[in-house]
């Protein structure tokens, strides 16, 4: 850190004797150098250093404890916001209105009194303005007591208003896991489910359980076997010590672009630390809490106070959200994500609004732990439909959706149907019907319908020994039509005969039949009976 000497060397001999008349010392020197000298020698004596900085008004003392309290500097961005600005003025207007004695900040009032100075240190960002405190001089000032650890919560406990509806924390986001998994394990891309499925794509990465877009077997199976407490425990804990699951790329209605990083890690940890302080089991008002953050710890996700260099663009209307005005949609949004988004899916708290709107205006941290049973039972129908209870275990649904099509699930019900396709698709996964059969008896409600079980042994012994086909057929009046056709140019759109005068028509090819009918001047229609030109 520069030293006093270095803070004030190019000073004019006008600022230097500011200072000095601040400070309650004379300068005899009449140049700048020597003045300077003869300023540290008289400002570096601890007794007047320790008596300047008690004499400061609570405002400037609180800038000279924050600089204290962050090791001797502060991104200006950040100082300024909290502390003002200094105002600009050259040497003649500084002196003719002397701003000095009317200080309109306590950064201001610092500055005069050479308790801070300007200047630009290297960063891993690179260059970057600090507001700092002479090393020297704050080695003098003597320390005071400890700042406060405990951090008093932002904002104001909710009222009743807010908290009209509740909305309770489940433990759903397991289902969705499963959901995840079986698509991976099937290569189809995951229906729509409560929880986004690229955030609980990067539950399943930070907890090991998928890498990249592959399922990893042995985790896989080690999740779905774990009862739902210790599930949801794994996932919340891998949650909340990942680097890489990167809330702020998640946030609705927002894009980041460019090669700026953010430090995900250090903003969920700082919201944790914030969210123990809250009184137990109260509602607390969720727009004050963001408020209250925004008003103390505005930077809380930027330590440099840096808010023009990370591109972020709002998708409504492509416009970058550059500079501390946007702070609400951007940071803010970034917490109201993390509280209503991956913290409620995970059942760390739960959400309240108003009783007549959909808006969440409360939430309180839950302290207990959420623990659903998997003892839901099954149901099998003779056409191959199977419905799965959500609180069906875990890895029965897994496997069942594995060798199923997927119909569209309700709120608490998955559906699936057993086709021939999918039971070839299982097959080459290596799952066998009479695993299926197996999964089925353990877990169904009622009997399984003994026609759907011997259809399944038969598949399974014989193969498909039926199929139902949609095809074009082509029916003239006499044999001798059908006969001429087969002799034209259309002839090898013609398929396998059905009798004398009825024939399948090759897929894609009833246009060229139709218009070669017309060149032998036959006038065809359509199965509509509309004439074909």
Known sequence: MPTLIQALQARDLGHLRIVAGLWGVELSSPESEPALKELSAALLDPQLVNEMADSLE?????????????????????????????????????????????PVSAAETLYYRAFMARAFFDTPAGAQEFAYLPEDLGKLIAHKEPAKTTIEPPGRLALLKECART???????????????AALRMNLEPPEMQSPVPVVKEFLKAAGIISGETAQPEQVKAFLEMSRLQALDLLAKAW?????????RQVPGLACEGEWTNQPLATRTFLFHLLEALPEGKWWSLPAFLRGIKEKYPDFQRPAGDYDSWFIKRLSDGAYLRGFEHWDEVDGALLHYLITGPMFWLGVVELAAPEDSETVTAFRVNVRPIASAEKGKLTVASNG??????????????????????????????RYRVTTGSLKKAGKQGLKVSQLL????????SEIPPAFVRALKRWEANGTEA?????????????????????SKAGRF???????VTVIVKPGAQARVLAALAELGLLAETSDNEPID
């Open 494 to 500: 013609l398929g396998e005969p059905l009798g004398p």
């Open 467 to 487: 199929r139902v086909e949609t095809q074009t057929i082509l029916r003239v009046s006499r044999p001798e039509v059908l006969e001429e056709l087969r002799k």
């Open 58 to 102: 609570a405002q400037a003392r609180s800038a000279l404890q924050a600089l204290m309290d962050a090791g001797g500097k502060m991104p200006w961005a950040a100082f300024s916001r909290q502390f003002g600005e200094i105002r600009q003025a050259g040497p003649g207007k500084r002196d003719r209105e002397q701003a000095y004695l009317r």
């Open 385 to 414: 439909k199977i419905s799965v209870p959500r609180l069906v275990p875990r890895v029965t649904r897994y496997l069942i959706a594995r060798f199923c099509e997927w119909d569209p699930a309700s709120a608490q019900e998955y």
């Open 438 to 445: 197996s999964l089925l008896a353990k877990n169904a409600g």
């Open 167 to 181: 909305i309770p924390a489940t433990d759903r986001i397991l289902d969705d896991a499963t959901t995840c998994l």
């Open 240 to 248: 909340q010590a990942s680097e890489s699951f990167n809330e702020l």
